[in-house]
């Protein structure tokens, strides 16, 4: 019979074992399949390997001991990001199973810092196929070039136009590395199958001169589509989608500021979808200050909000903490009330002209400032506006290195004795802030939080954890939620309950030592959490949901993949 959902299946006996047809060099270029030196003397035999690989068998134990040696040996960062991507492309099951039994080191190389070099050098350093490159020429042929993938039950897409990768902007086909790392983190996080996963870079032209200019640049040369011509294409591709992938929920990453807004508010009832920049970065936002809040044992009513970078991700927090607010029984203007954003124009106002539509809804009339003292009319930065109103909690979203500042942090703490100061921005050297500085300013006070990893500091004798506000605690979480729950629409109260899931993963530990988020370590248990707390506020809200009736933590465990070699049997 067969169990789960990976062609596993039991013998009489009641031993597990996996039916394969591939053989000889064709099942060890099966990078799914593929068990390299730890095929058996009864799998060589069966599977004609025979002379294919070196005689002696290795354990499973063995590979791994292998790969890491090779893996610590490899001198810089890009190296060890190549190294694991090479076994990635071999062995999937090895390559997952060396991420797990090193999460907290491996993770910063796959994806967030490192992923941001590997995109920049993708067509300098690219090694071999893996997703879709939709231009627009193959868009309406995506049927065709989807037959090509020996996995043809996609349930997770991740996909990017490569224009905001991180804060390093357009990096044209280059930006393919960003679905790959997150599907990557999808599979070590919540053991979703890396044959359910498909990346797909969306190459629409680029607008960065310096690739264009490059002989080895491996993307379309030419400028990027725009404006109508743009939205037709994402049409095309959606439509493409749903056609041929009817399972599967869709990742917005890495698009532009407006096109991000528009493709979410324009396709998320379409098809399950959600961006995760957006709501992503939201959610695991609030978490943590849910976390700061406990701390100070207040409320979120309690506090006032300044994002500063109204960007995708700014908006987003701004939309999640407005989000929690309503849950926690403000009305919608108090709620907006409490929450300001500023861009490169200083704090946003509702008469700016051509003011973009998704700022609208956190833009502050001027008389609110009527009687602040500001240096330039109309305009407010953020240091006069920390100087005028009683901010509690900053979070960046700029992808300004070195914007926030001793004096803000000083004027914060005569306005609450614990301020919340999150330097959110990827890379390390877009933070806004470093957190020995923060804690220098505020005399070990403030709650710290950043979106990139940091070491501990030692301040006055304390050891601080920084806790690293990463999107992987909540994006493989809501995916499997998503998929198991089959569910036609991705909703912001999805987002919401996940954030309070993940506020639940800190220990009182750590919350004593003012540290909001667990440590990256703890990610398939923090995912399995998200998901089966998501999953079941469905099954209680939702009359409608498929979970009626259901074993949700059946369903779940059913779901989740765990990197292991199985027996093999010919059939």
Not at 117 to 128: D, I, L, M
Not at 272 to 282: A, E, H, L, V
Not at 497 to 503: D, G, I, K, N
Not at 519 to 535: D, G, P
Request: aromatic share 10%; hydrophobic share 35%; net charge negative.
């Amino acid at each position: 019979m067969t169990i789960g959902k990976y062609l596993r299946w039991k013998d009489e006996n009641g031993n597990e074992f996996r039916p394969v047809s591939l053989t000889g060099t064709a099942l060890l270029n099966d990078r799914t399949l593929n068990k390299s030196t730890a095929f058996t003397y009864e799998e060589r035999e069966a599977f004609q390997l025979d002379g294919l690989l070196p005689p002696r068998v290795q354990t499973f134990e063995d590979q791994l001991n292998r790969v890491y040696d090779g893996f610590r040996n490899a001198s810089t960062d890009i190296e060890k990001y190549l190294f694991l991507r090479a076994l990635q492309d071999r062995n999937e099951t090895l390559f997952y199973a060396l991420l797990s039994h090193h999460v907290e080191e491996m993770t910063p190389i796959i994806y967030t810092p490192t992923v941001g070099k590997a995109c920049q050098e993708f067509s300098h350093r690219y090694q071999k196929a893996r997703g879709l490159y939709i231009t627009e020429d193959n868009v309406d042929n995506m049927g065709e070039l989807a037959r090509h993938f020996m996995g043809k039950d996609i349930k997770i897409i991740v996909v990017t136009d490569s224009q905001g990768i991180l804060g390093l902007g357009d990096q044209g086909v280059g930006g393919m590395g960003i679905p790959i790392g997150k599907l990557s983190l999808y599979t070590l996080g919540a053991g979703i199958h890396p044959a359910h996963c498909l990346p797909i870079a969306l190459d629409i032209g680029t607008d960065n001169q310096e690739l264009l200019d490059d002989p080895m640049y491996l993307g379309v040369p030419r400028k990027r589509l725009r404006g109508e011509e743009y939205k037709a294409f994402i049409k095309k591709f959606v439509h493409q989608v749903k056609r041929h992938f009817p399972k599967a929920v869709l990742q917005w990453e890495d698009f532009s500021k407006s096109n991000a807004f528009d493709n979410l508010n324009d396709y998320e009832d379409y098809l399950p979808s959600f961006n995760d920049d957006i709501q992503g970065t939201g959610s695991v936002v609030l978490a943590g200050i849910l976390g700061a809040v406990k701390i100070k044992e207040e409320t979120l009513a309690d506090q006032t909000y300044v994002v500063y970078g109204a960007g995708a991700g700014g908006v987003g927090v701004a939309d999640q903490i407005y989000a929690g607010l309503l849950k926690e029984g403000c009305t919608q203007q108090a709620a907006r009330d409490k929450i300001f954003i500023l861009d490169s124009q200083g704090l946003v106002f509702d008469d700016r002209d051509g003011l973009d539509e998704y700022k609208k809804r956190y833009a502050k009339p001027h008389t609110i400032a009527a009687d602040w003292h500001t240096e330039e009319l109309g305009k407010v930065t953020l240091t006069e506006l920390i100087n005028n109103h009683p901010v509690t909690v900053l979070l960046g979203t700029s992808g300004i290195g070195g914007a926030f500042k001793e004096e803000h942090v000083q004027k914060m703490m005569e306005y609450t004795k614990r301020p919340m100061v999150f330097p959110l921005s990827n890379p390390t050297a877009n933070c806004e802030a470093l957190p020995a500085d923060i804690y220098q300013w505020s005399d070990g006070q403030a709650i710290v939080a950043t979106g990139s990893p940091f070491g501990n500091v030692d301040y006055n004798g304390t050891e601080y954890r920084i806790g690293q506000g990463n999107n992987v605690f909540i994006f493989p979480g809501v995916g499997l939620a998503a998929i198991v729950s089959q569910t036609k629409k991705v909703t912001m109260d999805m987002f919401t309950t996940a954030s309070y899931a993940l506020a639940e993963c800190v220990s009182e530990e750590d919350l004593a030592a003012g540290c909001v988020y667990p440590r990256i370590k703890e990610l398939k248990e923090v995912s399995h959490h998200v998901a089966m707390t998501i999953l079941k506020h469905m099954q209680e809200t939702d009359p409608d949901s498929t979970l009626r009736g259901k074993d949700i933590d059946l369903e779940v465990v059913e779901h989740m993949w765990e990197p292991t070699y199985l027996s093999y049997r010919r059939v």
